[in-house]
């Protein structure tokens, strides 16, 4: 065989093989004929629900397979981040932060894909957290209702303090009734109170009863107000004065204050109904939920969503329509509610979840309760995840007692601003 035949047909066998493997590589089926469609979540504890879940719409849609891909919380965003940039993304994914994505055009317009309707359906307040120019990027899946006090009951019997008023306290200035509770409660427990850098919880709530904002309407953060100054400086004092655990202890483990609230050496426990099921099953003590604390604006919480966004590199947006459509139905929506793991984002299934902790003898009106007064957002913008970032170790050097609080909570705006500024 001459030479250049041989080259000729290297050349032919090679680009067979490159074409078979490109075929193979970027096959989404599983030599059945069915589609195979990824959905990105970072809690194993979600699993058996949306298995469920996924189960009954395939027994519907026998021509797509739904795979959960988990991803622990720790390396989510970043590895999202990179995946979406690269369009190696899951078809769908959980998400919180979506600004970015939505920006550079990485998202489907849920709008466009299932119709304006949709949205009838679904939590108001995380069809407004996941809006964007218009548009809706994220079907919502679970709300995390409102901020709520779990607090030990044989605590406060110590303490001789009454659980009803509890849910009558306020904080700040003359009027303040809760240091001194949290004092009384000292005198029998560890610890009385979780103050800590928890964001959610504690931040955003002090800050919205003292009348403050995180973010003004360009999205700038101006949390360095007199009214800024007022809630981080309350907080900063009752870890000063031993009413809550030390923030070398709290910045290093997120987890430290609900764990020392079930080991019975926390009296109050400030958070939301995402620790619910855990208290429920590991509390060795009675126990109850009450209303968080007033401040000198009210009594104001927020209400975080987690919202299911589609891939915009997706290879089947027929099959992401069907499979979005479902888990934004009220039937495929519930199954998140049954076990009362999270608050149901379909406002129609949010009845079983308060129906299975009553059923319990637990009482979750508090979390929806404070949603009926004013609301504090959670935090917006392009640039959000990565400004939080920077924030946050700048205030742990606060509420570690290295940085007055007027000084970081410059620091951390100027920070934010820039890091929002530079996305």
Do not use: C
């Not at 994505?101 to 998202?107: F, I, T, W």
């Not at 949390?223 to 202890?249: C, E, T």
């Not at 099959?319 to 009362?340: F, Q």
């Amino acid at each position: 065989m001459k030479t250049s035949t041989r080259v000729l047909l290297a050349v032919a066998l090679s680009a067979v093989l490159l074409i078979a493997a490109a075929l193979w590589l970027g096959r989404t089926g599983d030599g059945s004929g069915r589609t195979v469609l990824r959905m990105r979540i970072w809690d194993e504890s979600f699993v058996p629900a949306y298995r469920a879940s996924l189960d009954a719409f395939q027994r519907a849609n026998p021509d797509v397979e739904v795979r959960i891909t988990l991803v622990s919380w720790a390396s989510y965003q970043q590895k999202l981040r990179l995946d979406v940039a690269g369009n190696t993304a899951d078809d769908v994914f959980w998400t919180n932060t979506f600004e970015d994505y939505a920006d550079s055009g990485r998202l489907l317009d849920i709008g466009a894909l299932l119709g304006p309707d949709a949205v009838r359906a679904w939590d108001p307040s995380a069809v407004t957290q996941y809006s964007r120019d218009g548009k809706l990027w994220a079907v919502p899946q679970f709300v995390d209702g409102g901020t709520a006090v779990y607090y030990n009951h044989a605590l406060l019997d110590a303490a001789h303090i009454d659980p009803v008023a509890l849910s009558g306290l306020r904080w700040g200035g003359e009027a303040d009734t809760f240091a001194p509770v949290l004092h009384r409660l000292a005198a029998v427990a560890p610890w009385a109170y979780n103050a800590a850098n928890d964001f959610q919880s504690i931040e955003l709530p002090f800050l919205g009863s003292a009348g403050g904002r995180l973010q003004g309407p360009d999205d700038r953060f101006v949390f360095d107000s007199p009214q800024g100054n007022q809630a981080f400086g309350y907080l900063v004092r009752l870890i000063a004065d031993r009413l809550a655990p030390s923030a070398a202890d709290t910045d290093t483990n997120t987890d430290f204050t609900r764990n020392a609230f079930l080991q019975g050496k926390l009296a109050l426990f400030q958070s939301g109904t995402y620790n619910l099921a855990t208290i429920a099953q590991q509390a060795k003590f009675p126990w109850g939920v009450a209303m968080i604390p007033a401040g000198p604006a009210g009594r104001v919480s927020t209400d975080n969503a987690i919202g299911l966004a589609g891939s915009a590199a997706t290879r089947h947006p027929a099959a992401v329509r069907r499979l979005l459509a479902w888990l934004g139905s009220a039937e495929g929506n519930r199954y998140l509610a049954v076990s009362g793991a999270t608050i149901p984002a379909v406002v129609a299934d949010q009845q079983i979840y308060r129906d299975y902790w009553a059923h319990k003898g637990i009482d979750v009106s508090p979390f929806f309760d404070v949603l009926d007064g004013p609301r504090i957002s959670a935090g917006n913008g392009a640039g959000f995840p990565a400004a939080n970032d920077i924030i946050t170790p700048i205030l742990s050097e606060m509420y570690l007692g290295r940085t007055p609080v007027p000084e970081a909570l410059r620091r951390a705006v100027a920070a934010g601003n820039a890091a929002m500024s530079d996305r």
